[in-house]
């Protein structure tokens, strides 16, 4: 059973993870990084997959083992994913449908 505190903060812990992964792969395996970090590969995997939450102090060890600011590792402020995060799955899919046709229809009418 999931705590309730986690469900109303999966999305962002999904893109957190989602922004180690991107820092990662080309540089290291989940396995080296997770030696460097002194983790496990598990834990890396669930990290990256949004499934477990990041204490802060583990952050900066990936940060750290990524020779990457840690801030590179945390949403921006405007991301809409984290804007939207309490927003239900159906609402979620319909912005984003929204924005892609928006953005689909300015790029083929040449706008910015």
Avoid: C
């Avoid at 922004?19 to 669930?46: D, H, P, S």
């Avoid at 900066?60 to 990524?66: C, E, K």
């Avoid at 945390?74 to 927003?87: G, Y």
């Amino acid at each position: 059973m999931r705590r309730a505190r986690f469900e109303e903060n999966r999305q962002f812990y999904a893109v957190v993870g989602r922004l180690i992964a991107r820092a990662r792969v080309g540089r290291l395996t989940q396995e080296a990084l997770a030696r460097k970090a002194n983790l496990t590969r598990t834990a890396i995997l669930n990290i990256e997959k949004g499934r477990q939450q990041i204490l802060l102090h583990t952050l900066v060890d990936i940060s750290r083992a990524l020779d990457v600011p840690v801030t590179d590792l945390l949403p921006k402020a405007d991301s809409l994913e984290i804007a939207l995060r309490d927003k239900t799955q159906k609402g979620l899919e319909w912005i984003k449908s929204s924005t892609s046709a928006l953005k689909s229809k300015e790029h083929d009418d040449g706008s910015p």
